[in-house]
């Protein structure tokens, strides 16, 4: 049964009335212990406006039929005591005081990792994230940029699903948000499609099925694409987010075609978690 199923236990049949109470009555105090249980676990979530959504559009609490991921239960780290939140009005450099490397979306269960990107305690090598760019130009020029807006860390993580579906997500961190900003829109990211090509790309442009089937998260850019026909054996479909002074970008590719649906939620998510 999925996450955050509402079922209950079927009451028993043909018992006295003497016998039922007591069992109704346990069978109450177990559903009342259920329901104290699902909204703890919706109180983890409040930091990413989950509870903002509605039901449908949570990605963590779809059926298994609707193609989704069953992602594990997600938590936001901890912080410094009294520090803002990295889209707070008293923070104007965005910055996210929680560490970095547990920012990174975990992967959904079943997955395989992929411990390369892991990188060598927690942190991932510049020349790694680059080597996604199979271009030497453009891992020349991207690099170039990381440099001269000074880029600070980056973590990332991948795994592999059972039907084939590979994903990687990175997050790079800057000084202020102010940097990301310059950064992403006209330089990596312009809107007809993806300044650098990533791997098993062809020829990306932007997503307007993403843009239709995903609400916004306030003060979070979300620039989607996907690989056009013909894409060849496989389709690869990418993301740059911003928020605050993280840039992340997520990749997934699958054999014959990308689905949609765990894409949008795993960008989702992620978006959630740096909010």
């Known amino acids: 049964m999925p ?59 779809a059926t298994e039929s609707d193609g989704r991921w069953n992602y594990p239960t997600l938590a936001y780290p901890p912080m410094p005591s009294g520090s803002p939140g990295p889209l707070a009005e008293d923070n104007p450099a965005g910055t996210h ?42 891992r020349a020029e991207f690099g ?24 990687r997500v990175y997050l790079l961190r800057f000084a202020t948000s102010a940097v990301v900003q310059e950064l992403t829109p006209g330089r990596i990211a312009p809107a007809g499609g993806p300044a650098y090509r990533v791997r098993g790309d062809n020829l990306s442009e932007f997503d307007n099925e993403y843009a239709e089937a995903v609400k916004p998260l306030p003060d979070v850019s979300r620039y989607v694409y996907a690989e056009m026909k013909p894409y060849g054996a496989q389709q690869v479909r990418q993301a740059y987010v911003t928020a605050g002074d993280v840039l992340a970008l997520i990749v997934q590719s699958r054999k014959g075609k990308a689905l949609a649906v765990p894409f949008q939620q795993t960008v989702t998510l992620q978006s959630q978690l740096l909010s």
Do not use: N, S
Request: proline content about 6%; charged content about 25%.
């Open 3 to 61: 996450e955050g199923g509402d079922a209950l236990a079927p009451v028993a049949q043909g018992a006295g009335a003497p016998a039922a109470r007591p069992r109704r009555r346990l069978r109450a105090a177990l559903r009342w212990t259920a329901a104290v249980a699902v909204f703890a676990a919706v109180g983890t979530l409040t930091a990413y406006g989950i509870t903002r959504m509605e039901r449908t559009d949570v990605p963590g609490l």
């Open 144 to 167: 170039q940029f990381l440099t001269d807006y000074g880029l600070r860390h980056i973590a990332a993580r991948g795994w592999t699903t059972e039907d084939g579906t590979e994903t």
């Open 97 to 138: 005081h929680a560490d970095l490397r547990a920012l990174v979306l975990p992967a959904p269960k079943g997955a395989t990792e992929d411990k390369a990107l892991r990188g060598e305690d927690g942190w991932l090598a510049t020349k790694d994230f680059l080597a996604q760019f199979p271009e030497k130009t453009h």
